[in-house]
């Protein structure tokens, strides 16, 4: 089932944008400001990849939010942030779906559960969105069974909704997620993606920011898009030694490492705009768990006409460097350790960073 958009949200969408007076400068491919990224929307906050997590990012301040994109078995394009839903969906206790648990490959590892690809949109419209980090995130759990799981043209048009009613332009950065895996089980994602996002108003206007793990899908998308001023591309790079998983599938030694070296980056802006490593990329971490000096990551991709995006900030103990905790429980939240993370960060010269909390993103730019 196709979901279709609504007549009047798109005349409404066309004429709010062209009112927008600031729509020249959001578009431009180059930021003004050090940007943040709502990491699938507020989701210290609220269960991931909903639209409530959306909408309080959103209002928190974030210039992005992201949808991590998936697609049904039915060729539906949805946002999860793997393929597998077990962790994030309450399929595990819908009797009816029972038979439908298996083990895949995905991206290189055995997964065992219930994927998207093995349900239609009709049939993944009946669960319901729980928190993924219960004992981490307990207050989010209370939300639990609230929410469908979104396709990303709803996505679009909340967003785009959501902008009419602020006044202010609202950017997306999708990840295609495991690309590789979803062409092995003949459903692209590509191709999906460039028919909804030529199909709506706000995503032919709007600050689109694509992104993946993977190379081949971004250079496949250059080739479509080309270059345009409101679109950017950004290759995301993992753990140093490990490989994007569509050249370990076709066999080839490139690695994170090789990618993020001053020689990398200027091959990986033939066909991006953006660099976005693990933050301890830019700023690791020394044995005793406090920060280090900078490495010259920033400046080399800054050199090669790459913008620098970093993730993730989270507001939790855990995540936070131990420069910046404050004897607390490990889960506990810590919105001035992680203000003052971020603000070293921003100091190393990054253009922009994906947080869990774009509220405690936004303090730390005030």
Not at 228 to 253: C, F, K, N, S
């Amino acid at each position: 089932m196709q979901i279709k958009r609504r007549n009047v949200l798109k005349t409404v969408g066309t004429v709010c944008l062209a009112s927008l007076p600031f729509l020249q400068q959001a578009r431009s491919a180059t930021p003004t400001k050090v940007e943040v990224f709502g990491h699938r929307g507020a989701c210290a906050l609220r269960p991931e990849h909903t639209l409530a997590s959306y909408a309080k990012a959103i209002a928190d301040g974030a210039d992005y939010i992201e949808p991590d994109l998936v697609c049904t078995r039915d060729g539906i394009l949805v946002a999860r942030h793997e393929a597998n839903l077990t962790e994030t969906t309450d399929v595990a206790r819908r009797p009816e779906f029972a038979a439908r648990r298996a083990t895949k490959t995905v991206d290189g590892q055995n997964h065992t559960g219930w994927f998207v690809d093995d349900f239609t949109l009709a049939e993944l419209k009946t669960l319901r969105a729980i928190e993924r980090l219960p004992k981490i995130r307990p207050d989010n759990t209370r939300y639990d069974g609230m929410f469908q799981v979104p396709t990303w043209e709803e996505i679009i048009d909340f967003v785009a909704a959501e902008s009419a009613t602020s006044g202010r332009l609202i950017g997306l950065v999708p990840e295609l997620k495991s690309s590789t895996y979803f062409s092995s089980v003949k459903l692209p994602l590509e191709d999906r993606f460039l028919a909804t996002i030529a199909e709506h108003e706000y995503t032919r206007r709007a600050p689109l920011e694509i992104q993946s793990f993977e190379t081949a899908n971004l250079k496949y998308l250059r080739g479509k898009l080309g270059k345009r001023d409101h679109i950017r591309l950004m290759q995301l790079t993992g753990e140093g030694r490990h490989r994007p998983i569509d050249v370990a599938t076709a066999g080839g030694d490139l690695t994170f490492a090789k990618m993020t070296s001053a020689e990398g980056l200027r091959d990986i802006v033939q066909y991006a705009d953006v660099v976005a490593p693990p933050l301890r990329a830019v700023i690791p971490l020394k044995i005793n768990g406090k920060l280090d000096a900078p490495t010259p990551l920033v400046a080399d991709a800054h050199r090669a006409g790459l913008l620098v995006h970093i993730w993730t900030f989270r507001p939790e103990n855990r995540f936070i460097a131990d420069d910046f905790k404050d004897g607390k429980d490990e889960n506990a939240r810590n919105v001035p350790g992680s203000i003052a993370e971020i603000r070293r960060y921003v100091e190393a010269g990054v253009d922009g960073f994906f947080t869990d909390d774009p509220a405690v993103g936004r303090a730390a730019l005030a």
